[in-house]
C-alpha cells in the first residue's frame, strides 16, 4: 500500500471514528421523551454492527479458497480475491463498538470499563485501516503488518479486560457471566495458538480456528450487553 493512500485511509477512518463517537454521544445526552428511543437507537447501531461484521467474514471464509479459514486468521483474508469483505467487517464492528462504549458511559458504573471498550472500538478501526501481510512473513513484517498486529493485541486485550470489568460492575447476569467466562477462554485458547505459530511452531495449525471462536464470543457478548443494557442505565 502506498504512503498517500494509507495516510487517506488513516484520515477517512479517524473521521468516521469520532462522527460516530459524537452522534451518538449526543443522542445520549438527550433526556425526556425522546431518551427510550436513543437508547434503542444504541442498541440497534450494536446490534447491526455485530451483525454485518458476522455476515463480512462469513462470507470471507466461505468464497475465498487460496487460505484455509482454520489455519489462517482473518486479517489474513484481506489478500484474497474477495479481500475487501475484511476491512469492511472490521469497520462495522469498529463502529459497533464506538456506540457501545458511549452507551456503557451512560450507566456510570465503570469508568475504567469504558475507556477499556473505547481502546477495544479503536484498535479494531486501526486493524482494519491497516493490513496485514500474506501469511508466512512472521519473522518480516511489513509497517502496515506491524501496525494491524499491534492493535489488534491491544484490541483483545481491552475488550477481555472490559468484559471482565463490567460483568462484575453490573448486576448479576447469568447469561452475560457465562459469555464472558466463553470470551476469556476463547482469547486464552486463541493467544497460545497463535503464539504458537509465531515462536515454536509445537502445535497444529489451528489459529485461524482459535481465533475465530475468540471473536464469535466478542461479538456474542456485545450483541448481549447491548440487550441487555437498559436493565443498569441510569
Known amino acids: 500500500m502506498g504512503g498517500r493512500a494509507c495516510e487517506r485511509r488513516v484520515v477517512l477512518g479517524l473521521r468516521v471514528h469520532r462522527l460516530v463517537y459524537a452522534q451518538v454521544s449526543a443522542n445520549g445526552r438527550r433526556r425526556g421523551p425522546g431518551a427510550a428511543h436513543n437508547v434503542w437507537a444504541m442498541k ?7 451483525g454485518i461484521g458476522v455476515a463480512a467474514f462469513t462470507i470471507s471464509d ?17 489478500n484474497t480475491s474477495a479481500g ?17 462504549t458511549v ?3 451512560r450507566t456510570r458504573t465503570s469508568r475504567a ?16 485501516i491497516f493490513p496485514a501481510d500474506p501469511p508466512g512473513q512472521w519473522d518480516n513484517p511489513s509497517v502496515p503488518e506491524s501496525v494491524h498486529g499491534f492493535s489488534a493485541w491491544a484490541a483483545f486485550a481491552a475488550f477481555t479486560a472490559a468484559a471482565v470489568v463490567l460483568t462484575r460492575a453490573w448486576p448479576r447476569d447469568g447469561l452475560l457471566t457465562g459469555t464472558t467466562v466463553a470470551l476469556v477462554s476463547g482469547m486464552i485458547l486463541f493467544v497460545v495458538t497463535l503464539v504458537d505459530v509465531m515462536v515454536s511452531r509445537s502445535l497444529p495449525p489451528v489459529v485461524g480456528l482459535t481465533e475465530r471462536i475468540a471473536i464469535a464470543a466478542s461479538l456474542g457478548w456485545m450483541a448481549l450487553a447491548a440487550v441487555r443494557l437498559p436493565r443498569v442505565s441510569r
Open 103 to 105: 452507551a456503557v458511559a
Open 62 to 78: 466461505v468464497v475465498n479458497r487460496e487460505m484455509s479459514p482454520v489455519g489462517e486468521t482473518i486479517s489474513r483474508f484481506v
Open 84 to 100: 475487501w469483505l475484511v476491512p469492511l467487517g472490521l469497520v462495522a464492528i469498529a463502529l459497533a463498538a464506538a456506540a457501545l
Open 44 to 50: 440497534k447501531t450494536v446490534l447491526a454492527g455485530v
Open 113 to 128: 470499563g469504558t475507556w477499556l471498550l473505547g481502546i477495544w472500538s479503536l484498535g479494531v478501526l486501526l486493524a482494519a
